[in-house]
């Protein structure tokens, strides 16, 4: 539970410490919209998104494991079904992953001309 949650707060911190830094750099106008121009933004777009995910990803076997623990501590443990899940938590860790990353490459393929006018 410590490592999952270890890269949580690191994954979270990075995504707050990016945006925190990306604020005072603009409040100071070392960096504005018109120098970064919109390769630029999109390139920020791109790198909170990627944080967000590497936020909701880590999020997901934390979760489960806390789940699993709360089941047991208010009785349902012996359950088939917290049984499986304590036996097979990295598989359904993998599992959601999974469908994570197919969600997000069905979204790309499906609306990626929408995507690339935008610019991200």
Same mark, same amino acid.
């Given at each position: ?41 999109? @390139? /920020?777009?791109?790198? %909170?998104? =990627? $944080? *967000?995910? !590497? ?6 076997? +934390? ?27 990295? @598989? /359904?860790?993998?599992? %959601?992953? =999974? $469908? *994570?990353? !197919? ?6 393929? +499906? ?10």
């Amino acid at each position: 539970m410590k490592i999952r949650l270890t890269f949580f707060l690191a994954a979270l911190g990075l995504m707050l410490a990016a945006a925190i830094i990306g604020n005072v750099l603009e409040a100071k106008g070392i960096v504005t919209r018109e120098t970064l121009g919109p390769d630029g933004i999109s @390139a /920020v777009i791109a790198l %909170f998104i =990627g $944080l *967000f995910c !590497l936020v909701c990803l880590t999020l997901i076997p +934390l979760v489960i494991q806390v789940f699993i623990r709360g089941q047991i501590k208010i009785g349902n443990g012996e359950l088939r079904v917290i049984k499986w899940l304590r036996e097979h938590e990295n @598989a /359904v860790v993998l599992a %959601f992953w =999974g $469908l *994570f990353v !197919l969600g997000a490459i069905l979204i790309y393929v +499906l609306a990626r001309e929408e995507i690339l006018k935008e610019g991200l």
